[in-house]
């Protein structure tokens, strides 16, 4: 079994963050993948965010009323596999390979 974190996805276009509305799972739900966990709303409108993956529900993190930030935790499963729970977060994007100076550009 592994671990898997689910990270509040970008609802809208330049949105940081999201109110968590409520909750449509507890600790120790069983969901299935595309299955409703929580609403949460932007300045624009009420989003339904859905599992992307079929598990048994071990953490949520925030109260209802909440902020929480696009790619923050928002739901932890308990997954068949390996999970994502281990993979390293990058804090910012991956930067371009650049030749060494004095070498050849064409």
């Known amino acids: 079994m ?20 409520g909750w449509h799972v507890k600790v120790g739900d069983t969901v299935a993948e595309d299955q409703i966990v929580a609403d949460v709303m932007t300045d624009k409108a009420t989003v339904e965010i859905t599992a992307p993956v079929s598990g048994k529900v071990i953490a949520l993190h925030g109260e209802p009323g909440a902020m929480v930030p696009v790619r923050g935790p928002l739901v932890e499963f308990e997954v068949e596999g390996a999970g994502n729970a281990d993979e390293a977060t990058p804090s910012s994007p991956a930067s371009p390979v650049l030749p060494p100076r004095g070498e050849d550009q064409r």
């Open 2 to 21: 592994g671990r898997f974190v689910f990270k509040l996805p970008d609802v809208g276009e330049g949105t940081a963050e999201a109110e968590l509305v």
